[in-house]
């Protein structure tokens, strides 16, 4: 019987473990994302500067991407979609609103036709 007890003794042991592991694993599952702060938002957010230069840099890439459509790559839409996102780019920089210079250097890369 003395076994028996002990066995017994081990496994109360080993519940009352498993239940404090599941409880913090849980506790911490929870707590994670109330720590965590907005998903995709930089935390530190350079404004790009919204000057005439730049953006009749991307204004020229508009019309190279919408030239680069019309010439050799017929109506794909690639250059279309680049066109539209340097436009939206164009809008927000003039409405004042910030801008990410990272966003910029994309906008004015060449459009890839894979």
């Known amino acids: 019987m003395p076994e ?3 066995a017994i003794r081990g496994l109360r042991v080993m519940k009352k473990n498993l239940m404090i592991f599941a409880a913090a694993a849980l506790a911490t599952t929870l707590a994670i994302p109330a720590l965590a702060g907005p998903v995709g938002v930089s935390r530190t957010y350079n404004s790009a500067p919204s000057d005439a230069a730049t ?18 790559n017929k109506n794909n839409i690639v250059f279309a ?21 990272a966003e910029i250097d994309m906008a004015l890369e060449p459009a890839h036709v894979w």
């Open 81 to 101: 979609r680049k066109n539209y996102e340097i436009n939206q780019l164009i809008d927000r920089l003039n409405n004042g609103q910030p801008v990410d210079p």
């Open 4 to 6: 028996a007890t002990q």
């Open 55 to 72: 953006i009749a840099e991307l204004q020229d890439a508009a019309q190279k991407a919408t030239w680069d459509g019309m010439n050799g």
